[in-house]
C-alpha cells in the first residue's frame, strides 16, 4: 500500500494472484495500464487507489473471477477507466469514479458477466459512461452517469438490469439500447439529447418500466429499431 507507480508499462499486475488486498497506491502515467489484474487472479479487493492518464486504462480486469473495486478513482486515461473483458465474471465496483477518459468510463467486453457496477460515477467521457458489449447479468444501480459524449449508458449485451441510476446531461444519448432482454426501471433520466434511443431491432424483448423521464432536447424515448424495421418487442410501461 501507499506506493507511487509511474512511467512503467503496468504500474501495479497481480498474474495468477488471489486473495490480495491492493489499498492507497497510485499508478500515474503508464504506457499501458495503471492496474492490471490477469488470468486467474480472484478474490482481490482494490481499495482507494488513483490510475489517471495512462496510455490505455487505469484498471485492466480479464480471465478472473470475484474481484472487488472500492473508492477507486480513473480519470484522463487513453481508453478506459476500467475494461472488464475475456471471461471476467462475478466482480465488484463500487464507488468509483471514472471521469473524463478518452473512450469509456467503464467497457465490459468479451463476454464478461455476473458483475455489480453501483454507486460509481462516470462522467465527461469521450464516447460512453458505461458500455455493456458482449456483457451478459450485470446489475447497474445508484450509479451517475453525466456529461458523457455518445451516451451516459450503452448495452449491447443479454439479461442485464439498470435500475435506480442517475442519467443526465448527456450529450447524446441517456441509455443506449441495443441488446434483448434488458430490464431499464427507477432511473431518471433527464436533460440529454435524447432520454432511450432503442437501436436493437426487431427481437429486442426488453421491458422498460417506471423511470422518469422528462426535459430531454429531443425526444424521451427514442424507437428507432421500430422505425427502421416496423416492429419491436421491447414493452414500455
Known amino acids: 500500500s501507499h506506493c507511487i507507480v509511474r512511467m512503467n508499462v503496468v504500474g501495479i499486475s497481480l498474474h495468477t494472484s488471489s486473495n490480495n488486498s491492493v489499498n492507497n497506491n497510485r499508478a500515474d502515467s503508464n504506457s499501458f495500464d495503471g492496474f492490471r489484474v490477469d488470468v486467474s487472479s480472484n478474490y482481490n479487493v482494490f481499495t482507494n487507489n488513483t490510475a489517471d492518464t495512462n496510455s490505455q486504462s487505469g484498471f485492466s480486469v480479464f480471465a478472473n473471477k470475484y474481484n472487488s473495486f472500492f473508492s477507486n478513482t480513473a480519470n484522463y486515461n487513453t481508453q478506459y477507466g476500467f475494461i472488464l473483458y475475456l471471461n471476467a465474471e462475478s466482480h465488484t465496483l463500487s464507488s468509483n469514479v471514472t471521469n473524463s477518459n478518452l473512450i469509456h468510463g467503464v467497457y465490459a467486453t468479451g463476454n ?9 460515477t462516470s462522467n465527461s467521457n469521450a464516447q460512453y459512461g458505461l458500455f455493456l458489449y458482449s456483457a451478459s447479468n450485470f446489475l447497474v444501480a445508484m450509479d451517475t452517469f453525466s456529461s458523457n459524449t455518445l451516451a451516459g449508458i450503452s448495452i449491447e449485451g443479454e439479461r442485464n438490469v439498470v435500475r435506480n441510476n442517475i442519467i443526465r446531461l448527456n450529450t447524446g444519448v441517456g441509455i443506449r439500447l441495443g441488446s434483448d432482454t434488458t430490464s431499464i ?3 431518471e433520466i433527464t436533460a440529454n439529447d435524447t432520454g ?3 437501436v436493437g431491432g426487431a427481437n429486442n424483448s426488453s421491458v422498460i418500466s417506471k423511470n422518469d423521464i422528462y426535459a430531454n432536447n429531443v425526444s424521451n424515448i427514442f424507437n428507432k429499431a421500430a422505425r427502421d424495421s416496423g416492429q419491436s418487442q421491447v414493452v414500455l410501461s
Do not use: K
Open 185 to 187: 426501471s427507477h432511473n
Open 112 to 120: 464478461a458477466s455476473n458483475c455489480t457496477i453501483t454507486n460509481n
Open 196 to 198: 432511450i434511443q432503442i
